[in-house]
């Protein structure tokens, strides 16, 4: 059983950036994949950007060059560097982790980033 609490959300104008913030705490060594979903309302969630531990990231297209995925494996916690943001961009966004094999999962609660004028 893996716990995650994400930070960093919030208010934002378009063209400005974010940091989300989200650290691990129990079974962290079975974890495999960290990243980040997110999900707007009366849309599905969707893949934002994820990591393995062999070093392995992908970023969705409308993340690419926009949106950098690091993590710390030392201290359990993955963020997600938000640049240029646009109003498309707005959504929770939901910390994610899977375990080797893919037997497990869980989730954050989410955090609100808004992108307006």
């Known amino acids: 059983q893996v716990q995650l609490v994400e930070s960093g959300g919030g208010l934002v104008q378009p063209g400005g950036s974010l940091r989300l913030s989200c650290a691990a705490s129990?079974?962290?060594?079975?974890?495999?994949?960290m990243g980040w979903y997110r999900q707007a309302p009366g849309k599905q969630r969707e893949l934002v950007a994820l990591t393995t531990t062999g070093g392995s990231t992908i970023y969705a297209d409308s993340a690419k060059g926009r949106f950098t995925i690091s993590r710390d494996n030392a201290k359990n916690t993955v963020s997600l560097q938000m640049n240029s943001l646009k109003p498309e961009d707005t959504a929770v966004y939901y910390c994610y982790t899977e375990s080797r094999g893919g037997t497990f999962a869980s989730w954050g609660q989410g955090t609100q980033v808004t992108v307006s004028s």
């Open positions: 129990g079974s962290t060594n079975h974890i495999n994949a």
